[in-house]
């Protein structure tokens, strides 16, 4: 469990740290400086975490970017243009969100469309949707009272760090500690045998996609708060950093399996870098450039050590086969001297 | 004619519990063509994949592809899905660019390929549209096309052609075709291996005969040499040493009455199976065997048009009702449809019953499901006994018992075994064999469909052959042998022992 392969990204986030502690210890070290980069970042993890449901059941979400986009200009356009209080215009946000991952969910399971393909074309259509609700223009005039839901401040942290970690309970409660998490997981490892099974998996798919869509419409909401504007253009930026997140989070605890938790840390993982990188004057590209070849190695990784782990396994239980041939029931496969001893006998 | 092409000598291949072959000698001459016979399991397909290079054969073992003029003598398999690409066409597919001269990027001569491609295909007796889609032509057409690839773009004669099953999937008439066009390739010199469930083609086609059974070359024959009977005999074994250890059982009332089976092969089946019974499907690759399981659990596309479970009238199932109402079905595919081979046995076994782990909140119990899988490990004899291990890490007897205790987990009425013991080594077997009869003996009622005749012979109270999609045989314990399953599965009259009640030509769907 605590192998470096199960927690190789705490490991480099010790060795990130101490590396920019030593080089820009005078902005690196700053106790302002890890709290922009929490409050900053819990964006972006709630909505790795949203796609987190998505990718455990198999569908890949590739319009997670724009309906984050979405949730933010619905969010503001409720708010400003209809004039809506806070508590319903937030509610409605979260439906609008839902209901684009219903889409999703109907597209992949009702129309056969390839998860790939329908979350890429509903991408496009959900720009244009925001294209059109904010003719392409900031919606300003966010009331004091919804900004306080990105600045207020409680021990320190601002209240969208402690979203991100009731949005990570949740999730991680429904996915790890339910029957359903289980169906969820068992339709993404095989969609075949978990219908076999009795899950309904046309059911789970839509569901994880709604689940999926209203967390990226409430992570849309926490950015319009943030900037006090509901921003037309912020969408697709997330895409990518939220994928590494979820990639290289499954690298992270369990095994090769999406998870919550490795998610969060592989976001602040990559933020860490990414702001130490900065800090010590690196150039604009540096950000892009350090999430790609985060993504490429962690899902390279991950899948050299799943066949490493594959080829000695079967190797394990072919030499115990031949021992146990020669020298009874009893050897436990264990890599080493037991089995090497039954097969000399 | 006489030189030969191939030679194998003291081919032996050994898997870890296994000696899947055991000093096959053989030879393949130019012109000739040498069908491949044996049961399933006899090594047949090892031997095909030692030939691919799939496996590597024991040490001591000679494959020897003969020298010809200086050049080796080629390989070429066509296995019985063809490796044809579907939405190409037969140009495309036969891929012709290296032959003509022409260079990746260089525009295509489309004249000059069509004609070059109808001439091959004639060749081989083959007269359709070389521009339509593989996937529009019809199977014997498509088996030329790859006859064609195979045999086409060597500059010399000196060939090996291998057939795996290539007539599975093709209707009489077609068949008629595939073999002009395999005699075609042995008239140009090359030689055959023909592997084959049906007889009738053998006796027809082949030059020669050689057969297989468990894993030792029992026969070598050549034209002549053998009738339709001789080699049923042969492929069965004549010796009924069957000792079952699984009594002759009372059998109680029907748990599950269908009526009107029908699939893509089958045409329309009715079976009854009793509680405590263990009912196998019997049948060679494609007689529709394959097809009744998935049917009856609303797995597959079919229809049955009457079902009764346990004495209730049920309309249409489909798998989330089936294991409502106390039908398992464990599929043979363990990869594609059985597990999920990325999650632990524990998270495996407990997935069709999720409900009674439930607690406050929704919350899944899992101290509970770590128990109770426990127990089920070590009732069943899992190694590594360790619940947590991804179930691609088990070997396959293992995995194996893994799904069956998933099924077993939920006590079934009626239990729907497809291959239960594929890919399973000879140890394992008795384990699941054990646990099919504890399942029976408890009041289950268990249908085995197997390609496995030995199996069903050992483990069944009844057997129904099937043949073309139709029951042909229904036989019961005391009639019950694996040579006489295996001639009424192939047709025509059986070995002495199995006779009066094994081939039944007319097809009579079986109704007790």
């Known amino acids: 469990m605590l192998s470096f392969r199960n927690i190789s990204a705490l490991y480099i986030f010790v060795v990130m740290f101490a590396v920019f502690s030593l080089w820009v210890p005078d902005t690196f070290l700053q106790w302002d400086t890890w709290k922009a980069l929490l409050s900053s970042q819990a964006v972006t993890a709630i909505l790795a975490i949203g796609l987190v449901v998505a990718l455990s059941a198999g569908a890949f979400d590739l319009a997670v970017g724009a309906e984050l986009g979405f949730g933010a200009i619905i969010a503001a356009w409720f708010l400003v243009d209809r004039g809506l209080p806070i508590v319903p215009a937030i509610a409605l946000t979260l439906l609008a969100g839902a209901l684009v991952g219903l889409a999703n969910g109907l597209l992949i399971v009702k129309a056969r469309i390839d998860s790939f393909i329908a979350t890429l074309g509903m991408s496009s259509i959900l720009l244009a949707l925001i294209a059109w609700i904010s003719s392409s223009q900031q919606i300003l005039g966010i009331s004091e009272g919804f900004q306080k839901i990105g600045s207020t401040e409680i021990l320190g942290l601002t209240l969208p760090v402690y979203l991100m970690l009731a949005v990570g309970l949740v999730a991680w409660y429904v996915l790890e500690r339910t029957p359903l998490g289980r169906r969820v997981y068992a339709t993404g490892g095989n969609i075949e045998a978990a219908r076999l099974a009795g899950v309904r998996v046309g059911l789970v798919v839509t569901g994880s996609l709604i689940a999926c869509g209203a967390i990226a419409a409430f992570a849309g909401m926490l950015v319009t708060a943030n900037l006090a504007a509901g921003d037309p253009t912020i969408g697709p930026a997330y895409l990518l950093p939220a994928f590494s997140a979820a990639f290289l989070g499954s690298t992270q605890f369990r095994g090769g399996r999406f998870n919550v938790w490795g998610t969060i840390v592989a976001v602040i993982v990559l933020a860490t870098g990414v702001k130490g990188l900065q800090l ?59 089995v090497a001893n039954g097969g000399r006998k | 004619m006489a030189d030969s092409l191939l030679k194998i000598r003291r081919l032996s291949k050994t898997f870890p519990g296994l000696k899947a072959l055991d000093d096959v000698s053989l030879t393949v001459g130019r012109g000739e063509i040498l069908a491949l016979v044996g049961q399933n399991g006899s090594g047949k397909s090892t031997l095909v994949k030692i030939l691919a290079g799939v496996h590597h054969a024991d040490p001591g073992s000679e494959v020897d592809l003969a020298e010809v003029e200086g050049s080796q003598v080629g390989l070429h398999f066509i296995h019985q899905d063809l490796g044809l690409v579907g939405t190409l066409s037969t140009i495309e597919n036969l891929d012709l660019d290296q032959r003509l001269g022409r260079r990746a990027l260089m525009p295509a001569p489309l004249r000059a390929e069509q004609e070059r491609a109808e001439g091959l295909i004639a060749d081989f007796g083959g007269h359709f549209d070389v521009r339509a889609p593989i996937d529009t032509l019809p199977a014997a057409a498509r088996s030329i096309v790859a006859i064609a690839r195979a045999l086409d773009g060597w500059d010399h004669p000196n060939n090996v052609l291998v057939l795996d099953e290539p007539t599975a999937s093709l209707h009489g008439d077609e068949v008629g075709k595939l073999f002009v066009a395999v005699r075609r390739a042995a008239e140009r010199g090359a030689g055959v291996i023909f592997i084959s469930h049906r007889l009738d083609e053998v006796v027809e086609l082949a030059d020669r005969v050689a057969c297989l059974r468990d894993g030792r070359l029992i026969a070598d024959v050549a034209r002549g040499g053998y009738d339709h009977d001789d080699l049923v005999r042969l492929i069965a074994g004549e010796i009924l040493a069957t000792d079952t250890g699984i009594a002759n059982r009372d059998t109680g009332e029907p748990v599950m009455s269908a009526r009107g089976i029908q699939g893509p092969t089958i045409g329309s089946l009715d079976l009854d199976l009793h509680a405590g019974e263990i009912l196998g499907i019997s049948g060679v690759l494609g007689s529709g065997r394959e097809e009744v399981a998935p049917i009856l659990f609303g797995a597959a596309v079919g229809n049955v048009s009457t079902l009764e479970v346990g004495g209730v009238g049920i309309g249409r199932l489909d798998p989330r009702r089936a294991i409502a109402i106390g039908v398992a079905y464990l599929p043979g595919d363990r990869h594609r449809q059985g597990a999920v081979m990325r999650m632990s046995a524990r998270e495996n076994m407990t997935l069709p019953r999720l409900r009674p782990l439930r607690r406050f909140l929704g919350r899944l119990d899992q101290r509970q499901e770590k128990r109770e899988v426990m127990r089920w490990i070590e009732q069943i004899a899992v190694r590594p006994d360790d619940p947590e291990r991804a179930l691609e890490l088990f070997s396959g007897g293992n995995q194996q018992k893994v799904l069956l205790a998933k099924w077993l987990r939920n006590e079934p009425k009626v239990l729907l075994l497809d291959e239960p013991t594929q890919g399973v080594d000879v140890g394992a077997k008795a384990g699941i064999y054990a646990l099919i009869a504890n399942a029976a003996a408890a009041g289950a009622g268990v249908l085995v469909c197997s390609s496995d005749a030995k199996e069903l012979a050992l483990i069944c109270d009844r057997v129904l052959v099937m043949r073309d999609g139709k029951v042909v045989a229904e036989m019961r314990r005391s009639e019950l042998s694996e040579a006489s399953l295996v001639s009424a599965g192939l047709g025509r009259a059986g070995p002495d022992n199995g006779g009066g009640s094994a081939a039944n030509e007319s097809g009579v769907t079986s109704n007790v």
Request: aromatic share 6%.
């Open chain 1, 280 to 338: 010590a004057g690196a150039p604009t590209w540096i950000p892009d450039l350090f999430n790609g070849t985060a993504l490429l190695l962690a899902v390279g990784l991950a899948k050299f050590e799943a066949t490493a782990a594959r080829t000695s396994a079967l190797r394990r239980m072919l030499r115990f086969d031949r021992g146990s041939g020669a020298g009874g029931e009893a050897a436990q496969p264990r890599p080493n001297s037991t």
